[in-house]
């Protein structure tokens, strides 16, 4: 008996929980005096009351947390207990864990009470169930792989590198092919959608590439970027409380809870590269997967570096340099992006080289800042 007396309450609390909502009085066993006035009250497992235009409107619940069926007669025997407190049988709801048999649902059709099932309860009917639940932070990392220059040049170029620069009608350094990609990136010009896109840019008439020492109008570029999608996933603990119709099994209302904990140390990042497995991904497991869109401020260039370059990354680059023009190292370039970035994501958002951020504002040589 006891057993059953917690497995009923522990229904009527997740059913008063499910229902709480702002403007609505929510009361847990309730008694209510009969119309007929007297000392006998009837007991109601739940009770919502609201005001429409000053006046209650009163809804009462019964809640029955048994593994059979419910049957005719307690449809009844609750119908008569709303009918003895003045509140319509049509302003009834009847919540069974264990389902209702078919009378029950033909009684409660003809009385107007609305008969819901509910779901979320652990499988000895005592507590929540618990189920694993998951939260991900999703970066989108646009990435540069490639590009196609169109000019006049009709000979082979000896150094790749130049034709990644350029140059404005007076001859002025403007940027790099990066610059214009991250320029992009942060108009929206460059849509956040997983996977490969073309991002054909637009260049003023007299801008060019200056290649071997000849000055060569850029006739068209385009540029071949892959948008990552790289993931990181917590677990957590995830509880729910559901009613649906009993008749049609159609949701009527629904309360998930989940919670998380994040403690410190490493965490294992996944790489998606379409929309369709990051979907898939996201809803193949666990009762509830939150998921949370973040644009990465930068882009990774050609896997040297994140673009525009971070001032610890300046930094690093210019004392590689100084130590190779001293003769005390080879030549470190061209530069790895583990060598320069490492593997935490959350580097992408260091600030941003000073030297750039001038370039940006304009220098008296309208220069921007170039590694190495």
Request: proline share 6%; charged share 20%; glycine share 10%.
């Amino acid at each position: 008996m006891a057993k059953t007396n917690e497995q009923g309450k522990i229904l009527e609390q997740l059913v008063a929980w499910l229902h709480q909502e702002p403007g609505v009085v929510v009361q847990h066993d309730v008694r209510l005096a009969t119309l007929g006035g007297g000392k006998r009250k009837r007991q109601f497992d739940v009770l919502l009351t609201s005001y429409v235009a000053g006046h209650p409107v009163r809804l009462a619940i019964e809640c029955k947390n048994e593994q059979g069926p419910i049957g005719v007669e307690k449809i009844d025997a609750f119908r008569g207990k709303l009918e003895a407190v003045g509140i319509p049988p049509s302003l009834g709801i009847y919540v069974s864990a264990g389902g209702y048999t078919e009378g029950a649902l033909d009684a409660a059709r003809g009385a107007g009470i609305r008969p819901f099932t509910f779901a979320g309860l652990s499988a000895d009917r005592l507590s929540q169930a618990i189920s694993n639940a998951f939260q991900s932070v999703v970066v989108l990392l646009p990435c540069v792989t490639g590009f196609d220059l169109t000019n006049d040049n009709h000979l082979p170029i000896g150094s790749v590198g130049e034709a990644f620069l350029v140059y404005d009608e007076k001859g002025r350094f403007v940027g790099n092919i990066a610059d214009f990609v991250w320029q992009a990136w942060q108009t929206g010009d460059l849509e956040p959608r997983i996977g490969t896109a073309s991002l054909r840019l637009e260049i003023p008439e007299g801008w060019h590439s200056l290649i071997e020492g000849r000055h060569l109008p850029i006739r068209g570029l385009v540029v071949r970027v892959e948008i990552l999608a790289l993931v990181m996933t917590v677990e957590g603990e995830a509880r729910r409380a559901a009613v649906a119709a009993a008749d049609t099994g159609e949701p009527v209302r629904q309360v998930i809870e989940a919670t998380f904990e994040t403690p410190p140390g490493l965490y294992a990042l996944r790489a998606f590269r379409s929309e369709d497995e990051l979907r898939e991904y996201l809803t193949s497991s666990g009762l509830v997967h939150l998921a949370h869109r973040v644009r990465s401020p930068r882009i990774n260039f050609w896997n040297m570096m994140y673009w525009p370059p971070s001032q610890r990354v300046a930094e690093t680059i210019a004392e590689q340099m100084r130590l190779f023009s001293e003769g005390r190292i080879p030549d470190p370039r061209p530069f790895s992006f583990e060598q320069i970035e490492g593997h935490d994501p959350a580097n992408a958002w260091e600030p941003i080289a000073d030297e750039y951020l001038a370039g940006l504002q304009g220098t008296e040589e309208g220069e921007l800042w170039q590694p190495g």
